[in-house]
């Protein structure tokens, strides 16, 4: 009974996890369009004498800025605070799953990586305008790029680690068909977006997650119940 409760509020966590992220894509879409919304109406007023003309520039950055850092915020929060912990819960019943609580590390170290790339490649253009040695400036460039290269690759190979293959690995165990769609859908969305194209097959596949996710929580305590009542 211990082991059906752990696994029971494993799932639980990990649906938890999926809200957030289908949350997360919500305010996304709300930050693309609002962004988009207020640049249009700045380009607009930039004509109106009163008005300095890059006010309205400023003030629709700024809004898509503060958007893109609650929706970056909540991504961290569904991965690292509600997925994370769940895929650990969950080996602990099956083994199987460590490999997607191992996805989750790989994703934080790329995602870590990737951030101390972002710096370097700060402090490269910021010699830029101090340095007259050309050559290491360009250097500094070539070597951000290629850390944030190797962080997104590390990245990207915990994404599907945990997504894709915990997705199967559900499929697998509780043998529900919405769990197999949506780590198929995870994988032409990863592939979509190596190419440029957008990411939103993730968005069908975190709601057949969620979906599929509250069918086997239901089925388990279901069937945790029935022995009490017998």
Same mark, same amino acid.
């Given at each position: 009974m211990e082991t059906r409760n752990i696994e029971i509020s494993a799932l639980r966590t990990l649906r938890g996890g999926f809200l957030y992220l289908l949350v997360a894509v919500i305010v996304g879409i709300v930050a693309a369009f609002a962004g988009l919304f207020s640049f249009i109406v700045a380009i607009g007023s930039m004509s109106m004498p009163p008005h300095s003309p890059f006010a309205g520039v400023i003030g629709a950055v700024a809004i898509l800025l503060v958007l893109l850092l609650v929706t970056v915020g909540i991504v961290l929060y569904a991965v690292f605070g509600k997925i994370r912990p769940g895929m650990r819960r969950l080996s602990e019943v099956d083994n199987g799953f460590r490999i997607s609580y191992t996805g989750t590390t790989l994703m934080l170290v790329g995602l870590v990586i990737m951030v101390l790339g972002l710096i370097v490649l700060v402090a490269a253009f910021a010699a830029v305008s101090f340095s007259p040695m050309r050559g290491s400036v360009l250097g500094g460039l070539i070597l951000a790029l290629g850390v944030l290269l190797i962080g997104g690759i590390i990245a990207i190979i915990g994404n599907?680690? !945990?997504?894709?293959?915990?997705?199967? @690995?559900?499929?697998?165990?509780?043998?529900?068909?919405?769990?197999? =769609?949506?780590?198929?859908?995870?994988?032409?969305?990863?592939?979509?977006?190596?190419?440029?194209? /957008?990411?939103?097959? /993730?968005?069908?596949?975190?709601?057949?997650?969620?979906?599929?996710?509250?069918? !086997?929580?239901? @089925?388990? /305590? !279901?069937?945790?119940? !029935?022995?009490?009542? =017998?």
């Open positions: 599907i680690l !945990t997504f894709v293959v915990g997705a199967f @690995k559900l499929y697998s165990r509780y043998q529900n068909s919405l769990y197999m =769609a949506a780590g198929i859908l995870f994988i032409i969305d990863i592939a979509l977006i190596l190419v440029g194209f /957008s990411g939103i097959l /993730s968005l069908v596949g975190y709601i057949l997650m969620y979906i599929a996710l509250g069918d !086997t929580i239901n @089925k388990l /305590s !279901t069937a945790a119940a !029935t022995p009490a009542q =017998a």
